[in-house]
Every structure is written in structure tokens, then in C-alpha cells.
């Protein structure tokens, strides 16, 4: 069972993958923790984030090994953990940049594809063009959506700056948010797109729990599609 859980920033793709996945007995892989991870070592190395052809250069130099446990969720660049790195503004505000080149989605695209391959129970994996490019034959699809003043609330107060200090800033955040979106789904290699046969679940009105239990039924019902085709693809072979 191969779950594609793409939308934009703060639409709740990585509490609800997480939770259903770990409800589910499913392994998780949030995409997005690999594509900032690359990021934040290219701060770290000196790699100039405002030149693609500098981040395509360095592109295939770190090595990103993400865990696929959703009540662990790991991620390190070269050996070193980036978990909570990952988070700050500073990497937040390059990552749609360096995600932007073709060669860095080249790169963590395969990474992606032999993560979901080697989960042999079944996997949910979050972000924002797993339906459309990296995993198009995914037994379910869901596209999250959330008005942009309900996905700035959720998110202010939850990034951290550079010295750990809580960011409160709630116009500033929905501002970044606005951008990224609009970087993201106007790059050229696999921009953020709903993919036409992706549910969309508006999440705005939704607790996480609803949404949780709406994606567990999904999930369920495109098991049991998925059980009941079986035989039948089976008898006319
Ligand atoms: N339906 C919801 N209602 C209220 N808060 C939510 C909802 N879904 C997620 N959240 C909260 O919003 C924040 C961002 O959610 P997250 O899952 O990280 O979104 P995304 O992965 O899409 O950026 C988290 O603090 C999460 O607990
Ligand atoms: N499949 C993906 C996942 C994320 N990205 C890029 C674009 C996003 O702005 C960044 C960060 O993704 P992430 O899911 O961590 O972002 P949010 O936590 O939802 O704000 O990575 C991508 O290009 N493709």
C-alpha cells in the first residue's frame, strides 16, 4: 500500500501522514525534511544558495539518510542529526530555492523512490509532487489544502530562529508561506500540483483528528479496492 500525501506548507501533511501511518502499521517518509536537509548542508558548506549552479554542483555531495519510523521520523546529512536544524528560518526561507534545481530533485527523487521500494509492509510518503512525479502509481493520492490565514496560524508560533527563539510573527509568517507556495508551484521540474486523480480534503474547518480519521478511511477503502481487484486482474491474465 502506497500512500501520496502532497499539499502546501502547514496543511497538516506530516502530523496526519505520521498518524496514520503509525495507526496503520505503515512506514512514513516526509519528503520535505530530505529536501531541507540538503539545504541546511549547503548553509553549512558554503555552498551559495542563490546560484543553481553552485547548488547543482554540490547537489550530489551530502549523503541524506531519512527513517522511515513515524513515531521516530530521522533524517541526518553526512552523519550529522537535522532534525531540529531543519526547522529554522534560515533553512526555511533557502529551501525553495535549492529545491528548485533540477539536480537536487534528480538526486533526492531516486532517494525517495528506493525508500518507498524497500517498504514492504507499505508506506505513506508526504510532500508536494510524491502523486504527480515520484510515486504516480500510488494506490491513494490525497491533496490537503487550507485557507492560508487557517495554515499561517497553525504554523506561527511552531519555527524556531537560528538561537531557538519562537517565531511570533503572524502576518511575517503567512507573508513566507504565500511566497514559498508560489516558488513552489510555479518551478519548473515537478512543481506543487494536485494530481488529477488525487482526493483533495480542505482541511481548514477540519481538526487534525477529523482529517486523521478521514485519510484512515481513504486508506482502508483503497486497501480493500486494491484486494478486491486483485483476483479479478489475476482471472483475466
Ligand atoms: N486540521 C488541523 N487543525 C489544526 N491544527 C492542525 C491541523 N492539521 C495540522 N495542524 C497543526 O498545524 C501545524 C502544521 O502541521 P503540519 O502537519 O506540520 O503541516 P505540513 O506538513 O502540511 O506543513 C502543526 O502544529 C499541526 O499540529
Ligand atoms: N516533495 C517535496 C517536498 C518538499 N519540497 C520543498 C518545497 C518546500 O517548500 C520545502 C519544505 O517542505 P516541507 O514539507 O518541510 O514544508 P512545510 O513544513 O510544509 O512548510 O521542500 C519539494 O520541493 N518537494
Same mark, same amino acid.
Given at each position: 500500500?502506497?500512500?501520496?500525501?502532497? #499539499?502546501? &506548507? #502547514?496543511? #497538516?501533511?506530516?502530523?496526519?501522514?505520521?498518524?496514520?501511518?503509525?495507526?496503520? #502499521? %505503515?512506514?512514513?517518509?516526509?519528503?520535505?525534511?530530505?529536501?531541507?536537509?540538503?539545504?541546511?548542508?549547503? +548553509?553549512?558548506?558554503?555552498?551559495?544558495?542563490?546560484?543553481?549552479?553552485?547548488?547543482?554542483?554540490?547537489?550530489?555531495?551530502? &549523503?541524506?539518510?531519512?527513517?522511515?519510523?513515524? !513515531?521516530?521520523?530521522?533524517?541526518?546529512?553526512?552523519g550529522l542529526d537535522?532534525?531540529?536544524?531543519? !526547522?529554522?528560518?534560515?533553512?526555511?526561507?533557502?529551501?525553495?530555492? *535549492?529545491?528548485? *534545481?533540477?539536480?537536487v530533485r534528480a !538526486?533526492?527523487?531516486? %532517494?525517495?523512490?528506493?525508500?518507498?521500494?524497500?517498504?514492504?509492509?507499505?508506506?505513506?510518503?508526504?510532500?508536494?509532487?510524491?502523486?504527480?512525479?515520484?510515486?504516480?502509481?500510488?494506490? +491513494?493520492?490525497?491533496?490537503?489544502?487550507? &485557507?492560508?490565514?487557517a495554515r499561517a496560524?497553525?504554523?506561527?508560533?511552531?519555527?524556531?530562529?537560528?538561537?531557538?527563539?519562537?517565531?511570533?510573527? %503572524?502576518?511575517?509568517?503567512?507573508?513566507?508561506?504565500?511566497?514559498?507556495?508560489?516558488?513552489?508551484? &510555479?518551478?519548473?521540474?515537478?512543481? %506543487?500540483?494536485?494530481?488529477?486523480?488525487?482526493?483533495?480534503?480542505?482541511?481548514?474547518?477540519?481538526?487534525?483528528?477529523?482529517?486523521?480519521?478521514?485519510?484512515?478511511?481513504? *486508506?482502508?477503502?483503497?486497501?480493500?479496492?486494491?484486494?478486491?481487484?486483485?483476483?479479478?486482474?489475476?482471472?483475466? !491474465?
Amino acid at each position: 500500500m502506497i500512500v501520496a500525501i502532497d #499539499g502546501p &506548507s #502547514g496543511t #497538516g501533511k506530516s502530523s496526519t501522514s505520521k498518524a496514520v501511518a503509525a495507526q496503520l #502499521g %505503515l512506514s512514513y517518509l516526509d519528503t520535505g525534511a530530505q529536501y531541507r536537509a540538503i539545504t541546511w548542508w549547503m +548553509l553549512n558548506n558554503g555552498v551559495d544558495v542563490s546560484d543553481p549552479a553552485a547548488i547543482a554542483a554540490a547537489a550530489g555531495k551530502p &549523503s541524506i539518510v531519512s527513517g522511515t519510523d513515524p !513515531r521516530d521520523p530521522a533524517i541526518s546529512a553526512d552523519g550529522l542529526d537535522a532534525s531540529g536544524p531543519i !526547522r529554522t528560518q534560515e533553512v526555511t526561507a533557502a529551501v525553495s530555492a *535549492v529545491s528548485a *534545481v533540477p539536480e537536487v530533485r534528480a !538526486r533526492i527523487t531516486e %532517494l525517495q523512490r528506493t525508500i518507498a521500494a524497500e517498504a514492504v509492509g507499505g508506506i505513506v510518503v508526504e510532500g508536494r509532487d510524491i502523486g504527480t512525479t515520484v510515486l504516480p502509481h500510488a494506490d +491513494l493520492k490525497v491533496f490537503l489544502t487550507a &485557507s492560508p490565514e487557517a495554515r499561517a496560524a497553525r504554523r506561527s508560533g511552531e519555527l524556531k530562529t537560528a538561537d531557538g527563539k519562537p517565531v511570533t510573527d %503572524l502576518a511575517g509568517t503567512q507573508q513566507a508561506l504565500i511566497a514559498r507556495d508560489k516558488a513552489d508551484s &510555479s518551478r519548473k521540474t515537478s512543481p %506543487l500540483k494536485k494530481a488529477d486523480d488525487a482526493v483533495e480534503v480542505d482541511t481548514t474547518e477540519l481538526t487534525l483528528e477529523q482529517v486523521i480519521e478521514c485519510v484512515v478511511t481513504l *486508506v482502508e477503502k483503497a486497501a480493500a479496492d486494491k484486494a478486491a481487484a486483485g483476483p479479478m486482474e489475476k482471472a483475466a !491474465r
